[in-house]
């Protein structure tokens, strides 16, 4: 089936470095990929649409100078968060959409951050 | 804009019982319906999905859901659960026509299955 793998998949960073965060497609091509914010025990809030070869779509009161999107590749896309802090500790998960027709997204494992 | 509820933030069922969990849409067009499982600390899986046809719906694992219209309604079921079906539960809606493979979701039932 479709794999996603994401990198790493926790990671502590202090306040005021920017930590990376890899999303790939393992056997699949994808235009289309997600990022999603998860906080504990909450559900997962939209964060940005990734398109392959151009700029990311980012949701309504999410900073797109904060949050760096780059889909570079149809199996790959990264989201930069720039001068952590610790509110920005969460959970995030990505998804990659493999065929629009199938409506289907196929969801990484997550990536904890935890800015100390 | 469309909005999903899931009516119960925590089921607790005991194992070999009957469970329903419950959501409910808000959307003024027709919209894709889908219910995912979260176990702890991992990523999101497809239990199943409604883009058309047939109300009901089979999945993974067991589950089926019922589409309805007229109740703006997506409820899991599945006849007898076990320890392993222990997990979250979203609810989740897509607008294909206007906003593409977006997902918005439910704020998750926690499903906890004892002995």
């Known amino acids: 089936g479709a794999v996603v793998s994401q990198h790493p998949s926790w990671v502590i960073c202090k306040s005021g470095t920017s930590v990376k965060i890899e999303c790939r497609s393992l056997?699949?091509?994808?235009?289309?990929m997600f990022w999603y914010r998860q906080f504990p025990k909450q559900s997962l809030m939209l964060m940005a649409t990734?398109?392959?070869?151009?700029?990311?779509?980012?949701e309504q009161g999410v900073e797109k100078d904060k949050f760096l999107i780059n889909h570079a590749s149809l199996t790959l896309s990264t989201l930069t968060v720039t001068s952590a802090h610790p509110e920005d500790s969460s959970f995030y998960i990505c998804s990659a959409e493999p065929d629009r027709r199938s409506y289907e997204q196929y969801f990484g494992p997550g990536t904890r951050l935890t800015v100390t | 804009a469309q909005s999903v509820t899931q009516l119960d933030s925590q089921v607790p069922v005991f194992e070999e019982a009957p469970v329903e969990l419950r959501c409910n849409y808000s959307s003024s067009v027709s919209v894709y319906l889908f219910w995912y499982v979260q176990y702890p600390n991992q990523g999101l899986q497809l239990l199943l999905k409604?883009?058309?046809?047939?109300?009901l719906v089979k999945g993974i694992n067991g589950f089926e859901a019922e589409f309805n219209k007229s109740q703006t309604s997506f409820h899991l079921r599945k006849p007898s659960v076990h320890i392993s079906d222990t997990a979250e539960y979203f609810c989740a809606v897509s607008d294909p026509y206007n906003q593409g493979g977006k997902l918005i979701f439910g704020q998750g039932t926690e499903l906890s299955v004892k002995p």
């Open positions: 056997d699949f091509q994808a235009t289309t």
């Open positions: 409604y883009l058309s046809g047939s109300t």
């Open positions: 990734s398109n392959e070869g151009s700029k990311a779509t980012y």
